[in-house]
């Protein structure tokens, strides 16, 4: 199930999800009309099988929700290479804390990706995993330099800047389980200074982490961007360098499925941080 497709739950303090109905929705799209009445029905069934036989089998499921900076790369990835979708898993309720669940990841954690009797944890994992074997473009195995580029970029993400934007920016998106640090304003400058220089060190080639072409990397790493973004007006001296705005901005020019980051009944980063209260401490 897509994001159109399955609300996900009500967060503890009690959010309403959006009601607009989603530009993209499966179900109210062109491509999924109805054939018109007046066709004769041998006509109609034959047409349904043709469409149906070109509906590619979705079978990877990327348990996670959208508003989840981790989720959203596997959660595009596995739309662009065609071969899955997001699994909504309510963590709020608990749900990555169940013995089915355990089973996917012993860790518990979400991103979980199941594909069939396989599973696995781990976003930068499940980006590699994916792109291996659906769509290996974005990650190419035998081209060992670019993959040593892709995994410095997204591994620096992991080790070096991650922190730096738990101090910033979860603690406004998520208010109940991280607390702004008490010098604030030391840690937006550390937090923008890093940005600053991933956006130096791997952008120098073009606009995306490979120069012209799209990698993983791009995908792990543009949804933290972009929540970074959505957050300048809650966080008093944040202001995300621009060569890394206009790297976010190509990545939505050049991925649809990066319309995920903007729009999920509600529960897109765009619409999670945008009704949230201002930092302060
Ligand atoms: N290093 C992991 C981090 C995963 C992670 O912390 N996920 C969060 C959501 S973004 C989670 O599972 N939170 C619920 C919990 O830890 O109980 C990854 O990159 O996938």
New binding site residues.
Partial sequence: MGCTESKPPEPAGGRKPRTAEPEDSKHGGKEFAPAAAAEPQAKTEAKAETEAEKVPVKKVKIHG?PM????VGPIMLASVAECGELEICK?FEGA??TEAFTQLNAY????TLEDGEFSM????A?CRYLALKYKPELYPPTELELCGKIDFAMDVW?SEIDKLHAKVVYPVGFPDFYKPPEDLAAAVEAYIAALDKWGKTFLKDGKFVLGDKLSIADFKVVPFLWAAMCCEPKVDGLEVPAQIKEYVNAFFGAVDAAKVMKKCDGYAIAEWFEDKDKLSN
Avoid: T
């Fill in positions: 929700m989840s900076m981790n989720c963590v990555h804390k518990n954690h979400i991103p944890g781990e976003s930068n499940i992991a």
